[in-house]
């Protein structure tokens, strides 16, 4: 940290904070310039800035290291690849995760999981519980449909996702699915960051809407503070002024974070834009932009949706889709391979 | 619901809208213009309107009906007026609720409890869970807290009032305190608010950080309806692109609120700004402003606060604010009561 | 337009506003619903909402019609083409616009000129005005580089692209260049949009770092009401909150922009990150989604250069670029064609 | 500046900054930590950061120094007083600024003078040229309204005051008023503010739309550079995610910028909430957070009024707010005097 004195702060305020810099357990360095003293300040301890900030004669504390350790690329060069179920995220592959916003019904699960898995996706998502992004949202089939979710996605060789919201959630859904997204406002509420750190399959951590790059990352140190190392983090859109579609899905951040982070990042464009007819340009770009992985709303029958439906793509749309995917990710040296024949369907 | 069709539908799927629109149960009037024909809707159901966005021909659906329905002032002029232990907010009187952003310990809540209700602070407020507003909190007393938070205030003659994140924590608090704010992302989580709903003490909703007044009005209506119809909105800041500081209060969102809302508004200037030499103006700015409340951090030694130090006020700033805060209440015909020579202290 | 009645409008309140906008030359028709009255307004005048929602009893003025007409795709179902010097803005290809941020000396333009001819520009872009975007921005070389950008331009068979801000600029500008960029804040400023107008030359329109998309819709509405048709939007980054890069570059502008209006659109990484290390994921990005032009910043000596050497790829860098760009365009069924060995260099 | 080397940073690399930085005639002090290197930079010079950021090695570059030196109150701690026709910027009087948004003709304006002057008034304010923030204003009257708003301003005993978008208005209106806002994009036009530098009138510097406190008072400092010392800063509304108002009075810039600069500052709520219902509470709270001085809009007849009619307070409005903004002002120790009983009229 430096800390950077007022132009007139006193030689007994200055004195005053290096004791108590001293005391917190740092070892400090004063440069004294024309206009102003700066206090270089080196140490493994994390403090609250403010606490510095509010001492007499301070004008600014500026953090230097990052406020988070372990998704910290520069402790660990090389990117991390998760293994879940055959699927390996953060490779070559550019992993497809694709169903319904809202689980309904067995046929509904069954017709969807066959569309998706005979076009290419590796991973069933299908939400089971009451979504903050949805005002319409009536609750949703909670454990039963997570019993569902399972069962298609055995029945199609797929693996299994669902999203959780609220610590009462967790343990439910860890029964069931292969791995799980922590979404709504769930990357600030510590609670369940602890809890998803305690679990032994990967978590999805999904960018707030009005989280910067720099709090999801700490909400991902938190997880794997906490134990659970296999963390993705995904962009799903930050609000801005810009009123066409729910939220404007912020492509830059997948570059920056591939930079700061060694962790996989996937994009969720269907909830981003809320609009199908947005998501086609949106998924697109995020392949070409470098993402891991992709979550994309289908549905076979959009128009008598439960929820979301405006965003969800047809079955024909997210084939041809799929086909523009997969050269896009050649085009930028990923790849998504063409599905296998599945067995069992 | 007003949908606007392309200007280049054709009279078939204007027909076919009509007739989806009519099986949900709506009245509907065509408007045949010389560019395009708009379909007025009419009826009491709430439907997601992207499921007619999505039909084949429409160019636009616009809500006409507000989508919250309760705390709508066009179905209750008069403004809201809670009672709570010998407190009315939503009366002439600005309620000041002043305490630690987190409780430390028995002699830190009592000392502050004292300086607060000497000043004329109503309600005590202390945080005890974990805030994900803060990233270096290191999770909070809970319930012992709750215990002294509650002891502290029946000594000074004060309220209680703390704030749940999520909804492990509500039944917990509801034993202890007489006010409980909703904060963090929990106006988005819709678990978190049927509990509130649930609840016979009175709730403040805390507007989140990226959350438009409109969809806290939502939040709000939640609440009512499972029941709970003593709901206060709070404006604590909104992200914005100014770096300053860690929110941006947005004062136009106190007459907005008044204006469409009955519900009592109340300001969080401690929250919003993060650093106490900017509380004073805002505080100064929300009553002026014409909020029914105001939540300020007070510590009585902020240097050493185990969290938040910097955003709390000192006991004699406290004193001074609430003075200036008096005067201002007059200016525009409110009031803050002088202290009452509270006996037990 | 649509006004909607407060709930508790009088009748006598509704025939008033009947009246008003009767008087102003609009058909009006009356839907009574149970909650409240409806007036949908059918008429061609443009009329500012606000004037008719100040009248007693209005709640809300709804625009139906979008506030801007020659760029509205509704009037207009096939992309603009636009033809200048051999080069087809709006076709298959993407166009590529690449120079330097600032144009420096003779020898600087035309090392640059050479190293984007051989790489497959077809657009030489150089500033030579002070930007309003850089801070540090000393002036620029004005008249002389525009000169000097024209025979640069003519060299290596590529056409001259540069940037106004003010209305002093355009005339000069306009004897020099093929196409003119209008930045900074000049959407807003209505004179230079009047002068624009005006212009033989297509006229590339900036969305403002604070302007909606169909803020900048009615900026390009303006140019063409004032007689050139040309008009190119461009994508250069919007504010939000987060701060790791100068702007976000909203790529959803993108394929909305496609969808309302059917001008052609293009986007400039460069601008909106200000770092040469996220331009290729973004310019990829852009491609993807379906643009169709790009500027790009490149410098020979970005290390040495006088204004946003930062953002500029090098010469080696642009090309492997190119590479990847042209791979993309490929497949999302566009083109940028392999660069003609052009002649006089 | 403080230079932030990459944790894996080699010490060629770290040599290589050093020599750099030299080179450019700062004076370098090196800090090694376990983790990283950190090297302050300290010097008179202003350089380009991203200048240093682009070299291999470096994670990060941190300025120390403020990007502004004239407004800046470390260099000038008691704020500036700005004496112009009797009036006083800066003291202790809250200084009202109001009349129409736009000028139309001899009667209103004379008409709006009278009654601004004798509610307390200072200064007569009246648009002349087209607004970039109305989207229908159709130009203004130009030069034919500067003149009389001149002659009104000198009837009633006003200032006269006016605003300025281009370069091209500048000279045209310094012929006629006291004192000349900068609007629209205005404050990032270089050009546009070398000229207001000139100037031997106060120039009032509106924040744009999507401008930072800082970012302002860079454009403050370009004038003041200039040669203009009598700088007034605006605040009048940035763009947030809020849709409800056209832009969000950002109340909490006020303190921030007068603890930042000396400079005086003054707000403009008319501006930013474009609806006259929401002025009252904004310009209450203005005065109570501790602006110099403040905008509003007035007409006598805002249902007929050419432009911004909405936002404008009627006569009577406008008198009962004068009369809570004085008592606002006594409650924070300023003062608003009651209006002298101005002869000529």
Known sequence: MVIVMDETASEEQIANVIDKVVRLGFD????????????????????????????????????ISTPYKLPNRSFKAEGTVIRVGGVTIGG??????????MLEDRDQIMRIAEVVSQRGARV??????????????????GEKGLRLLREASDRF???ALSEVYDSRQVATAAEYVDLMVVGGGGAQNPDLLRQAGALAIPVIIKRGTAAT????????????????????????????????????LDISAIPIIKKLSHLPVVAAPS????????????AQAAVAAGVDGILIDVHHDPQNALADGGQALRPEQF?????????IARAVEREIPAPVSNATG
Chains 1, 2, 3, 4 share one sequence.
């Open 28 to 63: 400090i360095y004063r440069i004294t310039g024309m206009l102003q003293t700066l206090l270089g300040v080196v140490g493994e301890r994390i403090v609250d800035l403010r606490d510095i900030e509010i001492l007499e004669g301070v004008k600014r504390v500026i953090r």
């Open 92 to 101: 070559p592959e550019v992993v497809v995760m694709a169903g319904p916003s």
């Open 124 to 141: 069933l998502r299908a939400g089971v519980f009451a979504s903050p992004e949805s005002l319409y949202s009536q609750g949703g089939p």
């Open 157 to 159: 060789g797929l693996l």
């Open 213 to 248: 790059i720099e709090e999801t990352l700490i909400a991902a140190d938190r997880v794997m503070m906490a134990g659970n190392l296999n963390v993705v983090i995904c962009e799903s859109g930050i609000r801005t002024f810009e009123p066409y579609l729910r939220k404007t």
């Open 271 to 282: 909830e981003a834009t809320g609009r199908r007819d947005k998501v086609p340009a949106l």
């Open 319 to 327: 084939d041809s889709l799929m086909k523009r995917l997969s050269s």
